[in-house]
């Protein structure tokens, strides 16, 4: 069978020819006006582009338009043809020239030149001494480990501490007293002894912080219990020596069922020396087979207090301030009235001392001529009167 035409495939009737482009619904060709073809090229010229204010009329729009705000706009265009009678054409306008400077920054050549002067002031004449050395660190961290079923040996770990402090400076070895008193001189600017340091009352603290790495520990043993930090100077000194960052260790040999005293100072970089820390009273027990660490910290055995008393002719004995003063917090005075017993015991002295009332004391008094001696034996009690001499 014959394939039918491409106008119309499914029927004998040629497809309707397309109208021309003027005017597709109709046969009459449109002609647009003021658009003369060329005659070289046969093609009709660009129509330029209507005004924006009115793109169908001569007339400019008002509605739905913005206007370019005044001293932006750029000089009127002048009117050329566009194609179209009646149209004049706006030229697009230039860049607005802004009112202020473009910049406020500009390069400016600078050239420095050198001017030393000498100067001689008063503060440095005849030489001037100083000395510059960094902080001590704080005292370092001291642990006591024990090893399970061992009563002989103790892991000891130390480690560096962070922070800052001030606090009297403490000598163990003789090398020491030397050091502090550089120490002093670099951060008071006061050259003093040793002896003045730690005993003068106006000596000011040292201050010690932290800032540079821990390079070594001294730790220092004593088998008997230390009266000052000096006694260790007759001890055990041991110099752990640890890598930079890691904490020190050390295994001591003792005996069980004996006491050990420690302490530790800790050495920065620079060879500046901390305080020692606390003296650690250790013993390891070993109670028939059951075997524990026993620590605690140790404190210096306090000066035995004497109680002499100088006197001429007279002894005068009466309570000290604080046994004098009225608790009313705890009191219980009761009512008042003149025909009542006097008021207890429990009425004065402080709630945090050891009161005097109603107890007995002997006192001695002893001839400095003969050496006589005299017992007195004292009660204080409460008789409701001020004076009683009066």
């Given at each position: 069978?014959?394939r ?5 495939r ?7 020819e397309?109208?021309?482009a ?5 046969g ?12 070289q090229t ?6 330029e ?12 729009a ?16 002048p ?20 009112a202020g400077p473009?910049s406020?920054q ?16 008063p ?5 001037m ?17 024990a090893?399970r ?27 020491d007293?030397v050091?502090?008193?550089e ?15 730690m ?18 520990y001294?730790?220092?043993r ?30 001591d040999?003792i ?6 005293y ?6 920065d970089m ?23 660490l026993?620590?605690?910290?140790f ?5 035995e ?8 002719r007279?002894?005068y ?6 046994q004098?003063?009225?608790d ?6 009761g ?6 017993a ?10 945090e ?5 109603g ?21 204080f009690r ?9």
């Amino acid at each position: 069978m014959e394939r039918p035409p491409a106008g119309n495939r499914r029927g004998g009737t040629p497809a309707m020819e397309r109208p021309p482009a003027g005017n597709r619904r109709g046969g009459t060709p449109v002609s647009k006006p003021g658009r003369a073809r060329d005659p070289q090229t046969g093609g009709f010229p660009a129509m330029e582009r209507p005004p924006a204010g009115n793109n169908r009329g001569s007339n400019a729009a008002s509605v739905g338009r913005s206007t370019a705000p005044a001293g932006l706009a750029g000089p009127p265009a002048p009117n050329r043809p566009t194609g179209l009678p009646g149209m004049p054409a706006l030229e697009k306008p230039g860049p607005s020239t802004p009112a202020g400077p473009i910049s406020n920054q500009a390069v400016v050549p600078v050239t420095n030149c050198g001017s030393i002067k000498a100067m001689i002031v008063p503060y440095v004449v005849g030489g001037m001494a100083a000395t510059i050395i960094d902080k001590p660190p704080v005292p370092p961290e001291i642990s006591f480990y024990a090893s399970r079923g061992v009563d002989n040996k103790i892991r000891i770990l130390l480690n560096s501490s962070t922070g800052e402090l001030n606090a009297k400076p403490v000598a163990i070895l003789d090398e020491d007293k030397v050091y502090i008193e550089e120490e002093y001189l670099a951060q008071t600017g006061e050259a003093l002894s040793f002896e003045e340091i730690m005993t003068s009352s106006d000596a000011e603290k040292l201050r010690f912080k932290s800032d540079d790495p821990v390079d070594l520990y001294e730790l220092f043993r004593l088998d008997t219990p230390p009266a000052s930090y000096g006694d260790f100077l007759g001890g055990t000194m041991i110099t752990v020596n640890p890598v930079y960052g890691i904490p020190g260790e050390h295994i001591d040999t003792i005996k069980p069922n004996k006491k050990y005293y420690y302490c530790v100072r800790a050495i920065d970089m620079h060879n500046n020396k901390s305080n020692p820390t606390h003296i650690y009273e250790i013993e390891m027990v070993n109670n028939n087979g059951q075997i524990f660490l026993r620590q605690e910290i140790f404190d210096f055995p306090s000066a035995e207090q004497v109680f002499h008393k100088s006197g001429r002719r007279f002894l005068y004995v009466e309570p000290a301030m604080r046994q004098l003063i009225y608790d009313s917090e705890t009191a219980t005075p009761g009512p008042a009235a003149l025909d009542i017993a006097p008021p207890t015991n429990t009425l004065l002295g402080a709630p945090e001392i050891d009161r005097v009332w109603g107890k007995k004391f002997r006192l001695r008094v002893t001839s400095k001529k003969t050496g006589r001696k005299t017992d007195l034996n004292i009660t204080f009690r409460n008789s409701g009167l001020v004076k009683p001499s009066e």
